[in-house]
Nanobody, 124 residues
Framework: QVQLVESGGGLVQAGGSLRLSCAAS????????MGWFREAPGKEREFVAA????????YYADSVKGRFTISRDGTKNKMYLQMNRLKPDDTAVYYC?????????????????WGQGTQVTVSS
């Protein structure tokens, strides 16, 4: 079992920046690939970014390329999403997720563990 806890959400103006954090705990937390997803009101949960276990491979949704950066710390027990040049369309609940491979995974059904989510609101 892996437990995930997100933090860092909040209210920010369009064009601003925000950094989300995800703390992972569990017996094999460091061996999991991880990703960020978001769910806006009235919309399905969508992929945002993913990172391999080693941190040497990343992938981003087209909507956030060039603006968001996913990373992991040296211990592999924390993950971050640096969000720059935020837009109102980025408003959503953001979820940290983990899956049991060393690879980048971009679909929700392939992830095994999920955090509670953190709200990000971008004002116009």
């Amino acid at each position: 079992q892996v437990q995930l806890v997100e933090s860092g959400g909040g209210l920010v103006q369009a064009g601003g920046s925000l950094r989300l954090s995800c703390a992972a705990s569990g017996r094999t937390a460091s061996s999991y690939g991880m990703g960020w997803f978001r769910e806006a009101p009235g919309k399905e949960r969508e992929f945002v970014a993913a990172i391999s276990w080693s941190g040497d491979s990343t992938y981003y949704a087209d909507s956030v390329k060039g603006r968001f950066t996913i990373s992991r710390d040296g211990t592999k027990n924390k993950m971050y999403l640096q969000m720059n040049r935020l837009k109102p369309d980025d408003t959503a609940v953001y979820y940290c997720a983990a899956q049991s491979t060393f690879k980048v995974v971009t679909t929700t059904y392939q992830y095994d563990y999920w955090g509670q989510g953190t709200q990000v609101t971008v004002s116009s």
